[in-house]
């Protein structure tokens, strides 16, 4: 694994990462805007939001194993390639008639209307997601260049490229959306950074899973084990195509491991849908304000995975860290109950530190008990249950807080304190 991290340089990841990042977050403060002005409400948003992730539940693992078999390398490049025709029919709705479509009234779902362009927006986000398997096969490629001794480290680097993006993101769309050009010109920005990302994973990133078909794994025999070794010269030949979905969940600790996954992306996205609803709805925030809020959130997430988490990972093993982050970012959750504004920028300080302490960790973790065979298979099933938990935060988070308001953060903080408890399993594996 040395030799391979010592081929292979990390920054180009970190560089797509970004850049990925970025032109997804350019539009996270105007989203919900433009939802509510093509005639949705809380719960459209949230379904818009969740198409993505439903569509990703398709792809990422057909990915995910496609990366394991033919490479990285040629995986991110369909991935953004997606990612780029995505974004031209995200722009082209926006120079569509607002012409209804049809309407509902409902006492459970609320008053809304479904417009042309909306219906666009969604078939943009569908094919994005369906192609958005980037996620899953970065973390591959990252475990593949990493060794035991660095590689909470590099996921440490791997999220601090992405809190760049969503600093530099918000803060973009701020600007460009205050002209009078509004949200056009943070869509072009979005596309342009794509075809970006195209050209540096074309050009610039090399290939970290060298695989035609076959992998060579160690043969355990029964003589080894009777003196508590293995011989590591014995290989068998194993074609990563005859996994099968549910060999997955037979790997030593995957399954445990996957299940914390999925709630924790349950509990943020239900965060996620409630919290941009009730800063415009509830706070009467404006996009710059919106933009203002990602940009300080990101920029703490930056410091406490950079020389925070190191400094952490020196006194703190990753599974103390796991619970020790999730407990923090439970807590956090209660305070975006309050209209305070010092109280909101003190949840969005600790959101940072306890998502900054325990995800990058338990990136980690999930890495390591992968092992180097199935990585991308692994991290594939992983997307297919961040997918799921976030079908179901981000629909139920919009119906949530179209009924009880913010309430909802309580739901979120309750999924993740139910993440620290059942993590303490982490100290025996």
């Known amino acids: 694994m040395a030799s391979v ?43 818009l939001a969740a198409i993505y992730p ?65 219906i666009i927006l969604f078939i943009a986000r569908a094919l994005d997601g369906i192609t958005g398997g980037n996620v899953s096969v970065a973390n591959a490629y990252l475990a593949d260049v990493s ?31 205050a002209t009078i050009y509004k949200e056009m010109l943070p869509v072009l920005a979005a596309l342009f950074l794509s075809l970006v990302t195209l050209i540096v994973i074309g050009f610039s990133l090399k290939e970290s899973k060298q695989s035609a078909g076959v992998i060579q794994v160690p043969v355990k025999g029964n003589i080894g084990k009777v003196f508590a070794q293995e011989c590591k010269e014995c290989y068998k030949i194993v074609n990563p195509k005859k996994l099968r979905f549910l060999d997955i969940f037979k790997l030593t600790h995957i399954s445990f491991l996957l299940f914390l996954y999925f709630l924790i992306f349950l ?18 925030w404006s996009i710059r304000e919106m933009g203002i809020f990602y940009a300080v959130l990101s920029g703490i997430m930056i410091l406490v995975q950079g020389p925070i988490l190191r400094k952490a990972l020196q006194k703190f093993s990753e599974n103390k860290l796991v619970i020790i982050g999730s407990l923090v970012l439970g807590i956090n959750f209660i305070f975006f109950l309050s209209n305070n504004i010092l109280l909101i ?51 139920i988070g919009g119906v949530l807080y179209n009924t009880i308001g913010a309430t909802t953060f309580l ?19």
């Open 5 to 47: 991290e010592n081929q292979i340089p990390l920054y180009p990841l970190l560089l797509i990462n970004f850049i990925g990042t970025l032109g997804f977050s350019i539009v996270l403060p105007f989203l919900v805007f433009l939802v509510i002005d093509f005639g949705g409400n809380a719960i459209v948003y949230g379904i």
């Open 54 to 118: 439903a569509f990703q539940l398709i792809g990422a693992p057909i990915l995910g194993r496609w990366s394991d078999i033919y490479g990285r390398k040629k995986v991110l490049l369909i991935s953004h390639g997606g990612t780029l025709v995505g974004w031209i029919i995200f722009l082209f709705a926006l120079f569509l008639p607002n012409e209804n479509v049809f309407s509902i009234n409902s006492l459970l779902v609320g008053t809304f209307v479904i417009t042309l362009p909306l």
């Open 147 to 177: 060794s035991d001794i660095n590689r909470s480290k590099n996921f440490g680097k791997m999220a601090i490229s992405s809190n760049l993006g969503f600093i530099v993101g918000p803060a973009i769309a701020g600007i460009l959306g």
């Open 267 to 284: 509990g943020f996205s239900i965060f996620y849908t409630s919290f941009p609803i009730h800063a415009v709805l509830g706070l009467k």
């Open 345 to 395: 920028y003190t949840a969005a300080v600790l959101f940072a530190i306890g998502n900054g302490l325990m995800w990058p960790s338990l990136l980690s973790i999930l890495a390591k008990k992968a092992g180097t065979v199935h990585q991308g298979a692994v991290q594939g099933v992983a997307s297919s249950f961040a997918s799921l938990a976030s079908i179901i935060g981000l629909t």
């Open 411 to 429: 739901i979120s903080a309750g999924v993740i304190f139910t993440v620290f408890i059942i993590s303490f399993r982490l100290l025996k594996i």
